[in-house]
């Protein structure tokens, strides 16, 4: 192993950190892509668009906001109580569920 000034394990370490942080976020946004296609058919297949007469990619959307915005609030809440709270962990613990899922474990 060759050692650079200045590049120590530590600066490895948070390069290796970063990586994974943008895998998480990559498997996040294709399992997100999925989960919206899915509210998009299952709105379409049900009809539900023409009571709004909205889209239903706009109503996908608008659920898939609404999720987002309470995964936040339970965020925020849990640090206001002062409780461990880790979006990405919570992230990472549902992905691998749904891995286990999809390998039918």
Known sequence: MVFVA???PSEDIDKGK????????RITDHKKKGLK???KALIHSHLREGD?????????????????AFELAVNKRDGWY?????MFDRK???????AKEDKGE
């Open 6 to 8: 200045g590049q120590g």
């Open 82 to 86: 002062s409780l461990p709270h880790d």
């Open 92 to 98: 990472e613990r549902r992905l691998k569920e749904e």
């Open 52 to 68: 709004s007469d909205t889209p239903d990619y706009l109503l996908a959307e608008f659920l898939m906001g609404c999720l987002e």
């Open 18 to 25: 970063k990586k994974m942080k943008g895998l998480k976020d």
């Open 37 to 39: 296609e899915g509210l």
